[in-house]
């Protein structure tokens, strides 16, 4: 019973904060809504630039131990056919 009423809790207070950010944002001067905005997007764009500078360097990573491995198998079926010889 405790657990809900916490989780209950939790709800009611996320709600609240959820109320008072609207709230607080519709008080807002035209100039500070567009400063806001002008922020959430500069934050969005370097989130979205590091997301691709990451994505590119696992894909580099990935493509490096592809080769590297089909390089080991090509290496011990060379030495396997000479142990055959």
Not at 3 to 31: C, D, F, H, R, T
Not at 69 to 82: R, S
Request: proline share 1%.
């Amino acid at each position: 019973m405790k657990k809900q009423q916490g989780k209950g809790l939790l709800a009611l207070l996320g709600i609240g904060a959820g109320v008072y950010a609207w709230w607080k944002y519709k008080n807002l001067s035209p100039e500070k809504k567009e400063e806001l905005h002008n922020k959430v997007n500069e934050v969005g764009q370097k989130v979205k630039e590091t997301y691709n500078d990451v994505e590119s360097t696992v894909k580099n990573k990935f493509d490096e131990l592809k080769t590297g491995a089909k390089k080991e198998v090509a290496d011990i079926q060379n030495e396997v056919n000479e142990m055959k010889n």
